[in-house]
């Protein structure tokens, strides 16, 4: 199991990233092939400092292999969803590949 | 479902590490009660650059409720693994408590 993480940082304005995120970015994202879930955390609390923590959102996008994931990211729906991605939180996201450890 | 969510920044030496985390850390934790789960990814690749992402490693841990968690993070145990971490990978972690959104 292959997954690509996306780490976002808290956004200015909350309300009108969670209407992008979840209207748009969201259903863009669900279109690329071989994607076969998506898991989006909400951050509520630094546990060390008891304050907001530097990331608001992830979104784990889970691939049966790292083979389907290059292929999800090269693929017509994969490059759409980059390029939303980039338009609404190019300067809040990083994005990594991943593998879960067994 | 609520979880704690530790990301981990690259560690000097990944060897020693991995050798604490899965040895000594990982037991530890697993021992928390009302840890209903523990998912760890190994970070590759930063998607943007093509290089070593800023993080090495996630481990979510997932309980039923966030009243779980607390009861969990409170008790001996929690109290336990957060004493390791802060010993083994203080400079290296960030621990956020988050929900999944459905």
């Known amino acids: 199991m292959a997954k690509v ?3 976002y940082k808290q956004p200015k304005d909350k309300e009108q ?8 970015h969201g259903p863009i994202t ?3 092939p071989g994607l076969r879930e998506m898991k989006v955390t909400r951050f ?8 907001e923590p530097e ?12 083979e389907d994931l290059k292929n999800g990211m ?7 969803s ?3 991605l980039m338009g609404f939180a190019g300067d809040l ?3 990594m590949i991943g593998e879960e450890v067994e």
Do not use: P, Q, W
């Not at 990233?17 to 748009?24: G, M, T």
């Open 30 to 32: 669900a279109k690329i």
């Open 17 to 24: 990233f969670d209407e992008h995120y979840f209207n748009v």
């Open 5 to 7: 993480v996306a780490l």
């Open 82 to 84: 980059g390029k939303d």
């Open 74 to 80: 090269r693929s017509d729906e994969g490059k759409a």
């Open 44 to 51: 509520n609390k630094n546990v060390m400092t008891g304050g």
């Open 55 to 66: 990331h608001y959102l992830m979104c784990e996008m889970i691939y049966d292999s790292m």
């Open 93 to 95: 996201v990083t994005l």
